[in-house]
């Protein structure tokens, strides 16, 4: 800490933040919630195995797509331009397997094949649905059967 005279102009910017980010967050949780369930079930009959546990906050989905590495699957979203992650924020500019999955038991290739999907209180069940799409139109063209 350093002495000194607090700024209330940015404290009050922060309490403002904090009253809209908050504003409706119970709605925004269940909101979430239903599109990451709905994405589970729609991926998991697809054959993509999700690896966030059953009890993890839906604001983030974590799934391995079978037959594809995750870097292929990642481009192959953006040609809809939907992105996606293939590493945890705080990894970004690594290109390792997630420890934190292989510590969940994940085994190596499953892990290597993990895409991060991540939700906020914008994302609507229109695009949930529309991400679906696109994976199955994906899986057409690119999985050999």
Not at 129 to 136: A, P, Q
Request: net charge negative; charged share 25%; aromatic share 8%.
């Amino acid at each position: 800490m350093r002495s000194g005279t607090q700024s209330p102009v940015l404290a009050g910017a922060f309490l403002a933040a904090l009253k809209e980010v908050t504003t409706g967050i119970d709605e925004a949780y269940a909101k979430v919630s239903e599109i990451n369930a709905y994405l589970r079930k729609e991926l998991t009959e697809r054959g993509a195995e999700i690896l966030s546990p059953d009890d993890a906050l839906p604001y983030v989905l974590n799934v391995s797509f079978k037959g594809f590495e995750s870097e292929t699957m990642l481009h192959c979203l953006e040609i809809y331009d939907i992105y996606v992650s293939t590493v945890s924020a705080c990894s970004a500019n690594q290109k390792k397997v997630s420890y934190v999955l292989l510590e969940m038991g994940v085994d190596r290739k499953t892990a290597a094949n993990a895409v991060r999907l991540s939700f906020s209180r914008h994302n609507t069940m229109d695009e949930a649905r529309e991400f679906i799409k696109c994976v199955d139109q994906i899986y057409d063209q690119f999985l050999v059967k």
